[in-house]
C-alpha cells in the first residue's frame, strides 16, 4: 500500500526553550517507571493562538472547531523576505486565483533555522497589516508561520494589531513551526492540534502536513 509521505512542522520541546521546565518526577531505578513534570508557557514551541490570548472573543482553545483542524493549506515562499520584512499580497500573487474560502495558509520563510538566537524573536518577517486584510477576504481558516508570532514582539500596538484583524475574523493562528522547505508540493493537508487547554488563550501543538 502507498503511503502518503507525511512531514513533521513542529519544533521539539526541551529545556533551552523559553518558557520551558521539564524535570524527573520518576525514575525506574528508584520508581519502577519514567515520568517528567512539564512546566510549559502556553505559546512556547510550535503553538496555536485562541482569541482570549488578546481578549478579541471569548473562544479558548479548549473551544476550537476540531473540524477545522483538519484542513487543505497552500504553501507559500516567502524565503526572499528579509529579517523584520512585511509579508503583503503581492507575495501571494500566484495564490489569489486559487484560493478558495476555509483553505489554510502556511507561508514559509525558513525562520525557524534561527531558533535558539536573538533574530528568531527580535528580527521575525512579519504579516503587514493589508495582508492580514487580504486573508479576511479571503477566510483563511488556519494562518501558519514560522516564526514566534505573526507580528512584532517588540511592539505591542502592531502585535496586538495584526492578532486583533485576524482573530476577529475567525482565523486561527499557527505560529512557530518548522520544516516547511520540506515540502515538495504546493499544497497540503495540515493537521495541527493543539493540547486541549481548558480556557486555554493557547497550547503547544503537534502539527503534520500530509502531502498526496
Known sequence: MHKKPIIDLTLPIHNAMPGVE???AKTVEKD???AT????YSHSGTHMDAPVHFNVGTLSIDQ???????SKAWVVDVTAIGPKGLITPFHLEGLSEKF???DSLLLHTDWSEKVGTKAYRDELPRISEELAHWM???KVN???VEPPSVADVNNL???TNIHSILMQNDIIILEGLTNLGAISQEFVTLIALPLKVKNGDGAPARVIAMET
Not at 37 to 40: A, E, I, S, Y
Not at 64 to 70: A, C, G, N, S, T
Open 136 to 138: 479576511v477576504r479571503k
Open 142 to 144: 488556519i494562518l501558519g
Open 157 to 159: 500596538d502592531e502585535v
Open 37 to 40: 513534570h512539564l512546566n510549559l
Open 100 to 102: 478558495i474560502a476555509g
Open 22 to 24: 521539564i524535570t524527573t
Open 32 to 34: 519502577g517507571w519514567n
Open 64 to 70: 476550537l472547531d476540531p473540524q477545522r483542524l483538519i
